[in-house]
Nanobody
Framework: DVQLVETGGDSVQAGESLRLSCAVS????????VGWFRQAPGKEREGVLCIDTSAGTTYYADSVKGRFSISRDNAKNAVHLQMNTLEPEDTAVYYCAAEWDGCSATYWNYWGRGTQVTVSS
């Protein structure tokens, strides 16, 4: 079975940093793009960042440019989302997803269950 497990969510103060991780199993990890998405209370889910099989990065959300970065470790089947200078508007459940079709995919087949990030002002 394919599994994606997010870890690293926490409650922090504005300006602090967090590093989320997504552990992937059950698929050929180095052949899949991995994206991070988030859903804030009362809002639709939105894309944040994606990393493709060549470690190229795609930003889906302009609001995180300059603050968030993404990396992948193919040896450990993991993707990390480094979030710096967090803002209250970053509060959301963060999900990772995997897709063979790359960061331009319009449908993502595999999802984790999410990890909560709460940023207080």
């Amino acid at each position: 079975d394919v599994q994606l497990v997010e870890t690293g969510g926490d409650s922090v103060q504005a300006g602090e940093s967090l590093r989320l991780s997504c552990a992937v199993s059950g698929l050929p990890f180095d052949q899949y793009a991995v994206g991070w998405f988030r859903q804030a209370p009362g809002k639709e889910r939105e894309g944040v960042l994606c990393i493709d099989t060549s470690a190229g990065t795609t930003y889906y959300a302009d609001s995180v440019k300059g603050r968030f970065s993404i990396s992948r470790d193919n040896a450990k089947n993991a993707v990390h989302l480094q979030m710096n200078t967090l803002e209250p508007e970053d509060t959301a459940v963060y999900y990772c997803a995997a897709e063979w079709d790359g960061c331009s995919a319009t449908y993502w087949n595999y999802w984790g269950r999410g990890t909560q990030v709460t940023v207080s002002s």
